[in-house]
């Protein structure tokens, strides 16, 4: 695999900027679309349980305001799956979620759940609507999520990353390998490889070596850096960031 690495630009904390507030800027919706126009392939937006950052309303205004793919974080709740099947986003990426967590942490338990899993996979595909399950890389979880049905696996990144920030050289190696070797195996099964979680400019530049991954989700990091150089800047940087990891790679 080869070609140019897609950039899914998650806009949650435009919204938590906002909600601290509690008025209406700023706008996640006009961030989407300043992604869009800086270079972002897609827009992810993860409507929690609590909605702490991304709301109903916002949902729907992304979904008739962008003209790029829109990606459903979410958890697999009748809630969400009933907002899912009213909106219908280009894809649901289906996370684990507690209200408890800052954020996302580590891959859903597709292997545990399989049985709860079947029948909204089911649905969300019956709509036309591309099913993602955010997972850990292993072998278990992404042959469980091929039997499943799955479109996509978004491999959770965030293990490597706070290694790597953390200096843990060892560790770090060895959750690149991981990373790695998920990928590939997932690629082979014939799912749709995607990354994301903690991911900066020198962690998206090495990960876009591995070619088996066609897409990158990337917020937080994102959101900061844009405070201080504004987002098509910030988004423009990460374009420059993981085109060079491909074409070191032989890529591009």
């Given at each position: ?18 909600n ?5 800027r ?31 309303t ?59 899993l ?59 390998a ?36 066609v ?16 987002l ?12 060079r ?8």
């Open positions: 695999m080869s070609g140019k690495l897609r950039l899914g630009v998650n806009i949650d904390h435009v919204a938590t900027v906002r601290a507030r509690g008025g209406a700023p706008d996640p919706v006009r961030a989407a679309m300043l992604a869009i126009g800086a270079g972002a392939d897609g827009i992810t937006a993860h409507l929690r349980e609590d909605r702490r950052h991304i709301r109903d916002d949902m729907e205004r992304l979904k008739s305001g962008i003209n790029k793919p829109l990606n459903f974080e979410m958890a697999v709740t009748p809630e969400m799956l009933a907002i899912a099947e009213r909106v219908k986003p280009h894809a649901c990426c289906l996370v684990p979620e507690k209200r408890e967590e800052r954020t996302t942490e580590g891959g859903l338990d597709v292997v545990g759940q399989h049985n709860l079947v029948a909204p996979i089911a649905m969300l595909k019956r709509h036309s609507i591309r099913v993602s399950l955010f997972i850990e890389a292993d072998e278990a979880p992404i042959r469980t999520a091929k039997a499943l049905g799955a479109d996509i696996v978004e491999l959770h990144t965030g293990t490597w990353c706070h290694a790597v920030e953390a200096g843990d050289e060892t560790r770090a190696a060895a959750e690149f991981r990373l790695k070797h998920g990928a590939m195996f997932g690629a082979s099964l014939g799912l749709e490889m995607h990354a994301g979680h903690g991911l900066d400019f020198e962690t998206a530049e090495k990960l876009a070596t591995v070619p088996e991954f897409e990158f989700n990337i917020g937080h990091f994102l959101m900061g850096e844009a405070i201080f150089v504004g098509p800047a910030a988004i423009a940087e990460m374009r420059l960031a993981m085109d990891g491909r074409r070191a790679a032989g890529l591009s």
